[in-house]
T-cell receptor, first 110, second 112 residues
Framework: DVKVTQSSRYLVKRTGEKVFLECVQD?????MFWYRQDPGLGLRLIYF???????EKGDIPEGYSVSREKKERFSLILESASTNQTSMYLC?????????FGPGTRLTVL | QKEVEQNSGPLSVPEGAIASLNCTYS??????FFWYRQYSGKSPELIMF????GDKEDGRFTAQLNKASQYVSLLIRDSQPSDSATYLC????????????FGDGTTLTVKP
């Protein structure tokens, strides 16, 4: 079974802090994705990567950056957290076909 | 207009009935279509994918694709209370890689 893990299930940070969300997949997938999910707004793509050191902006990249130094790991960085970044963050990976999601990180920015 | 549209529901069906979930998309170049199930408080789980026009069956689930009409549907036969969840439709331009666009989901409730 594909396993996608995320570093934290719940995270509470202060406004202005730098926040790192880590995602690791164990199936040698080429593609990795970061989404946020908010009630009424659905699932929105922040960034995705189709290879090591490659990244592409999704629909809402503002305020975020990513890093992919190794194939299995894709990190999402909030350079200076703001309250409007309070959300559920979901990481996913895929090879061909559909995406496999991690359990999510619920981030609260106070 | 959103790129991927789903009725938000809620859709309520009795146990044992057929649940029909629909999705329309705007990009005619779309080639890959996916259905995900998301239980409350959980992350989405891939349940079906379809690339060609017609029907694809997997157990109690059937995905139907009509590219000319730009819609994809999911039928759940013999619905069970455990099928109660939000179902997300996703569409991808390419077949192998690239980003998917998700609909907002349809919430299904199966009543015992």
């Amino acid at each position: 079974d594909v396993k996608v893990t995320q570093s934290s299930r719940y995270l509470v940070k202060r406004t202005g802090e730098k926040v790192f969300l880590e995602c690791v997949q164990d199936m040698d997938h080429e593609n990795m994705f970061w989404y946020r999910q908010d009630p009424g707004l659905g699932l929105r793509l922040i960034y995705f990567s189709y290879d090591v050191k490659m990244k592409e902006k999704g629909d809402i990249p503002e305020g975020y950056s990513v890093s992919r130094e190794k194939k299995e790991r894709f990190s999402l960085i909030l350079e200076s957290a703001s309250t409007n970044q309070t959300s559920m963050y979901l990481c996913a990976s895929s090879l061909q076909g559909g995406e496999f999601f991690g359990p999510g990180t619920r981030l609260t920015v106070l | 207009q959103k790129e991927v549209e789903q009725n938000s529901g809620p859709l309520s069906v009795p146990e044992g009935a057929i649940a029909s979930l629909n999705c329309t998309y705007s990009d005619r170049g779309s080639q890959s279509f996916f259905w995900y199930r998301q239980y409350s408080g959980k992350s989405p789980e891939l349940i079906m994918f379809i690339y060609s026009n017609g029907d694809k069956e997997d157990g109690r689930f059937t995905a139907q694709l009509n590219k000319a009409s730009q819609y994809v549907s999911l039928l759940i036969r013999d619905s069970q209370p455990s099928d109660s969840a939000t179902y997300l439709c996703a569409v991808r331009y390419g077949t192998n890689a690239g980003k998917s666009t998700f609909g907002d989901g349809t919430t299904l409730t199966v009543k015992p």
